[in-house]
């Protein structure tokens, strides 16, 4: 069974094996930069790699909560429910990635109509959705980091 290294750590150590010994053998200012930004795109993947299944899974349940009741609210759109049926249907239990990403994306279009069926009212339900943005905001922040165009200008 492989349980270590994971992903991550995978890529840590070869940021690690770049940061140590390449980058020290390297005088071209471009070729640093660019060694700069390969460092950027490994951290984020690091993340990602540690962290994408849960956050999507996560963020499937809490979307399915949330429109549930807006699908459920007096003149919600018909949209909203086709939407959070189709994502229902699409729960199979499977952890692979394009499994996963396959119901994210079912998820984020069942979010995207009780975003549209909220957004010109007010009150708690409006604000589970648009927390369920916040959330979402936050995940691609802890993926991204603070973007940063190194080694440019």
């Known amino acids: 069974m492989i349980t270590r290294p994971t992903s991550a750590q995978l890529i840590d150590e070869v940021r690690r094996e770049l940061s140590s010994n390449v980058a020290p053998q390297v005088a071209d200012p471009q070729v ?3 060694l700069q930004m390969v460092d950027h795109i490994l951290a984020t993947l690091a993340v990602r790699a ?3 299944i849960a956050w999507m899974l996560d963020e499937i349940d809490g979307i399915s909560r949330v429109v549930s009741r807006v699908a459920a609210e007096p003149g919600s759109p018909p ?4 939407a959070l049926d189709e994502l229902r249907a699409s729960a199979d239990g499977s952890l692979l990635l394009t499994d996963v990403t396959s119901r994210y994306a079912l998820a984020s279009e069942a979010l ?3 975003i549209d069926a909220t957004v010109a009212t ?7 959705v648009s927390a369920l943005l916040d959330r979402r905001l936050e995940h691609e922040t802890d993926v991204i980091g603070e973007f940063q165009l190194v080694g440019r200008g």
């Open 32 to 34: 640093q930069g660019s």
């Open 50 to 52: 540690e962290h994408e």
């Open 79 to 82: 949209s909203v429910g086709a």
């Open 112 to 114: 995207s109509r009780a």
């Open 122 to 128: 007010h009150g708690p339900l409006h604000d589970e």
